[in-house]
């Protein structure tokens, strides 16, 4: 069995879905359920003897030496991350807590927990730190994509305590041999995404006749990562990865926010028309750029196919299509989501009156 550690978030939750949708192997699935943990994401597995969830913080150094002792995973896949980057420009204690202490806290069960074990399991146990791109910082236009040996360059609160974590994680293993594995991501999207992100954000704005604001002239390019192509790299990684190695795992789909927009937009028009029969497009509205926003990422995800046979099997196109049919399909998660909290932080974060909210 496996120990997941932020299992009901968007990435976490997907995970355990498709990893139980694919293998027998049973996992615990740890999460503190904070506002993004949501539990509805894993309503399809209430009677699956083989998902056991916990609910807790990875900071709480004895609950993960019990869960060890009690579960006796063969592996760790650790999510759990406090991961918007405007929230941490408005508040970064808790990222700092989850992200760098969790790791800490985790890291050191996950040491005391594997020391003990007999060399055989010793020898198959894996650590698998999942982290982004934003480590790395930004791009100029025309530079080559962030490779693993790209020198870290955090700019935001947030990609500051991810770059922390992974250098914890790299300590770990330096200092004490601990067999672990580092997946640096770009931007994920797809089903259970938590509506503060842009593409959800877009599609249930655009819904509700709301405006679709942008940051700047929205001109920022991205790589996009289709959420299950991440989950089927983070198994390789997993299943062939080589302890200590970090692994970048991308879309190949570099594309500027204003494309996205264009692109969710051009979708709901096919897929779900206004009533007046004019185009979603009209609702975008540009918003104040946020500080330290980054103009670029890009993942050269060439190592990971090189060494361990990946590749994404989504493009961009296929994978937006099942994004925004999912968020269509799915009206009562996303009521589920939309709570008061919800509303107050669109309203600080976009300056939306309540009712544009």
């Known amino acids: 069995m496996i120990l997941v550690t932020g299992g009901a978030g968007f990435i976490g939750s997907n995970f355990v879905l498709d990893w139980l949708a694919t293998q027998d192997e049973p996992l615990v699935n740890l999460d503190k359920l904070t506002y993004a943990g949501n539990p509805a994401n894993l309503a399809s597995l209430a009677d699956d003897a083989r998902h056991t969830f916990v609910h807790g913080d990875v900071c709480d150094a004895a609950l993960l030496q019990q869960l060890l002792q009690a579960h006796q995973p063969r592996a760790i896949v650790h999510f759990a991350a406090e991961s918007h980057v405007d929230r941490s420009i408005h508040g970064a204690a808790d990222f700092i807590d989850a992200n ?9 069960a996950a040491r005391g927990y594997w020391a003990a074990l007999p060399t055989g399991r010793q020898d198959a146990f894996r ?17 080559p ?34 067999p672990v594995l580092t997946s640096n991501c770009s931007n994920n999207y797809g089903p259970y995404q938590f509506p503060e992100k842009l593409i959800p954000l877009l599609i249930l704005n655009a819904l509700a006749g709301k405006s679709l604001p942008i940051y700047g002239d929205g001109r920022q390019v991205r790589d996009w990562l289709y959420v299950g192509d991440h989950c089927s790299a983070i198994r390789r990684i997993l299943a062939r990865g080589a302890p200590g190695q970090v692994y970048n795992v991308g879309g190949w789909n570099e594309k500027t926010n204003l494309e996205i927009v264009h692109a969710v937009c051009a979708l709901l028009d096919a897929l779900r028309p206004r009533a007046d029969g004019q185009p ?19 993942i ?25 049919q999912w968020y269509l399909d799915h009206p009562d998660w996303v009521a589920g989501v939309q709570s008061g909290a919800y509303r107050d932080w669109l309203s600080t974060q976009y300056g939306a009156t309540d009712e544009e909210v």
């Open 100 to 108: 760098i202490m969790g790791t800490y806290r985790l890291l050191e």
């Open 145 to 178: 994509a962030f490779a693993e040996d790209h020198r870290y360059a955090p700019n935001s609160p947030y990609s500051a305590s991810k770059a922390a974590a992974d250098h914890l994680v790299r300590a770990w293993h330096q200092t004490y041999g601990l």
């Open 300 to 324: 050269d995800a060439r190592k990971i196919e090189r060494e361990l046979g990946w590749r994404p099997a989504e493009t961009f196109e296929t994978g937006i299509r099942k994004t925004v």
């Open 127 to 143: 650590f698998v730190h999942v982290s982004t791109d934003e480590v790395y910082g930004s791009l100029a236009p025309d530079a």
């Open 280 to 298: 979603y497009a009209r609702q975008l509205r540009h918003v104040q750029d946020r500080p330290g926003h980054d103009r670029r990422y890009a």
